[in-house]
């Protein structure tokens, strides 16, 4: 019953999808606000019927109901509740499902929210998510369908995959970056339906701008929390290994962010319309490529991903999305090729225009280590890797420059700077780096990315503070208010320009740690009998005990270590083993005590079998904590930004300039608005 209810509503959104779009598109030629209605109430049917679909299944899945095909490949009766709900997107066909029931809802929202606005775009825009639509529940109705019926039906299930149970932040990753993913498919609709009215100016910007806005937030928050669940759950003591399932993530997240700051040069300028449509196209490619590599079965063997249907059909539809958008560009070539030129180097468009090369160089920097073992495996024969070696030396020279304009950037002004405002901004932040670069010398910073990245540091967050100051300063001597009032209130009436701002400090901040957990990390490996101790790096850790337990869905091996250092008090670490029965191998967790300067990272590494020695990796690393807070607080700086929607709602039309840029006339004299 449960495979015909959860089949039937994924056939039904399938063909209510196709039918809306066809009467979208139809609704583009025609004018008819009939048809655009009816097109919209096909996305409301979707989504209702994807909720159908999702309820089902996950239904299914607590009921242990074996007879339907996803729950007998994911399923256990042993496995806990809520890794039981989670194993929804533990695997192909229900991360599909999940995916295409995310989608509905983006289609849903974006055509209920602008049901009365945008009315030139939404016909296209709308029969554009439908058509993304029919793709997604066209894979569940046929390659990918969960609710195939299973027969004999099992008594039990293998349970989901061991790294996904074993720890709950699994419950949070994943779901984060499908929110991240999947939401880019909504600027792409609205460019498709800026190059298909014409329309390529000011409008589809304004109405984009906070769509690509909330998915960028998900997709940071996601690659984040999946460095975390990497530190925090295999045991390696690291957080990023540029691994292609981390690259497939990274890839759109570094063209998102270019179009953001280009957008802000467009809004201001009309310029640079051609490079958003295309970083619009690039970003939503970008996921279904990032989503084909990691669902096709081409990362294990080439020779995998031609056997299934899952690979070919991802291929077909990138192709026939890059096809059609660079024909689209092409055909509007003329209403988008009239853009301005900048007026000066020292420039805010110049420097966006920097940036989003050197994010487009990193895009592809990353893309070609990625590819390039699996065009070798098709073409030669034979099995390459691309490891970290090069992806670092390729990448950090890039990073440098980017961390360099996260607080160059803000400062500069726009059009055109007089001399004195330049100095005003940049005198005091040049002197503070160069004090910091022979400081950090003299303290034993001798590796030349890290003592460069510190320095690049200082300087950005001397910009930006000024970027924070000055203005508060006109503010105070124009209004007599006290400085947090004054800064409070300034940052109250620009939002966006202040949340980004916040952002590039999160930035910075995550620079820092990552430099100095990367270069100044400390590991080693030892055995030891119960009773004994060592001392490593101002720690003393002795193993009190080793023990065995069982828990309904694993078995474990647990050490207990007592920790002490200097100015702290002793503290308890249990690094443990977790036995799965689907799988051969245990699977370590590390135990990890953060200090703001450091963590101390224990690893079980092996054992004796009677228990008399166990063999631990301890690792000290530095300042990782710091990667965690600076991607908190880009989150809230987006958070901040995007809530102008909320707080003033649509931006002014007025050419291209929106509400959120109108400086009061007290900021004018320290270099105007964003």
């Known amino acids: 019953m449960r495979n015909t209810i959860g089949y039937l509503a994924i056939v039904l959104a399938l063909l209510l999808s196709l039918a809306g779009a066809a009467v979208a598109f139809r609704a583009v030629k025609t004018g008819s606000s009939a048809l655009t209605t009816l097109g919209r109430r096909a996305a409301y049917a979707v989504f209702a019927l994807g909720t159908l679909s999702i309820l089902t299944m996950v239904y299914a899945l607590v009921a242990h109901d074996f007879s339907v095909s996803y729950v007998a490949q994911v399923g256990s009766r042993s496995t806990p509740l809520f890794y039981t709900v ?30 009365d606005r945008h009315r030139d775009l939404m016909p296209a825009a709308t029969g554009t998510l439908l058509a993304v639509n029919v793709f997604f529940w066209l894979l569940l109705a046929w390659p990918a369908n969960p609710f195939r019926p299973v027969f004999p039906v099992p008594p039990d299930g293998p349970g989901p995959n061991p790294l996904l149970q074993n720890h709950p932040f699994m419950g949070l990753h994943p779901p984060l970056l499908y929110l991240g993913y999947v939401g880019m498919a909504v600027p792409f609709a609205f460019a498709i339906a800026a190059l298909i009215t014409g329309k390529v100016g000011g409008e589809w910007i ?16 996601g690659i984040v929390a999946g460095a975390w669940w990497s530190y925090e759950v295999l045991g390696w003591g690291g957080y990023w290994a540029w691994d292609p399932v981390e690259n497939a993530s990274f890839l759109p997240w570094l ?22 449509i295309l970083l619009v196209i690039a970003t939503f490619l970008l996921t279904l490529f990032g989503t084909f590599l990691t669902r096709s079965g081409i990362l ?40 301005p030129a900048l007026d000066a180097l020292a420039s805010r468009e110049t420097a966006f225009l920097l940036n989003n090369l050197l994010l487009v160089a990193f895009t592809f920097t990353v893309l070609l280590g990625t590819v390039y073992p699996l065009i070798a495996e098709a073409f030669r024969g034979v099995k390459v890797s691309v490891g970290a070696p090069y992806f670092n030396q390729m990448s950090v020279p890039i990073a440098l420059a980017l961390v360099f304009l996260t607080g160059v950037g803000p400062a500069l002004p726009w059009r055109r700077g007089s001399p004195d405002l330049l100095v005003r901004k940049f005198l005091w932040p040049l002197a503070a780096t160069l004090l910091a670069g022979l400081a950090f010398w003299l303290l034993g910073v001798r590796h030349v990315g890290t003592w460069a990245t510190l320095v690049l540091a200082v300087l950005a967050v001397g910009l930006l503070v000024g970027e924070f100051l000055r203005p508060a300063q006109a503010r105070r001597q124009a209004h007599g208010e006290g400085w947090g009032r004054a800064l409070l209130n300034l940052m109250a009436k620009n939002r966006r320009r202040y949340g980004g701002y916040i952002v590039h400090l999160g930035i910075v901040i995550m620079a820092v740690g990552i430099a100095m957990s990367s270069t100044y990390r400390r590991e080693r490996e030892v055995t030891l009998r119960p009773g004994d101790t060592v001392a490593y790096s101002g720690y003393r850790i002795r193993l009190d005990s080793l023990y065995a337990g069982r ?124």
Do not use: C
């Open 206 to 221: 304004r109405a984009v701008r906070h769509w690509m806005m909330a998915p960028w937030i998900f997709l940071t928050t």
């Open 551 to 674: 828990e309904p869905h694993r078995e474990f091996v647990e050490a207990a270590f007592s920790v002490a250092s200097a100015g702290s008090s002793p503290a308890q670490m249990t690094p443990r083993l977790n036995y799965y029965p689907m799988s051969a191998q245990p699977i370590g967790t590390p135990h990890v005590r953060t200090r703001p300067t450091e963590d101390l990272y224990l690893t079980l590494m092996a054992y004796a079998s009677d228990g008399s020695t166990a063999t631990v990796s301890i690792i000290v690393n530095p300042m990782v904590v710091w990667i965690w807070i600076g991607g908190g607080i880009m989150a809230l700086g987006a958070l901040f930004a995007i809530s102008t929607v909320a707080s003033r709602g649509e931006p002014t039309r007025g050419k291209g300039v929106s509400s959120e840029r109108r400086a009061e006339p007290a900021q004018a004299g320290v270099g105007g608005a964003d």
């Open 255 to 276: 063209t998102a962010t270019a179009f953001l700051h280009s957008v802000m040069v467009q809004e201001r300028r009309q310029t640079l319309k051609t490079w958003n």
């Open 300 to 339: 294990a063997s080439v020779h995998a991903f031609v056997e299934g249907l899952i690979g070919p059909f991802f291929l077909g539809f990138i192709t026939l999305v890059l096809l059609i958008s660079l024909g689209l560009v092409a055909w509007r070539s003329d209403e988008l090729s009239s853009e």
């Open 86 to 115: 989670i194993s929804l997107w533990s695997s192909l066909d229900g991360s599909i499902l999940f995916w295409g029931w995310i989608l509905a809802g983006y289609t849903a929202a974006v055509v209920y929210i602008y049901r």
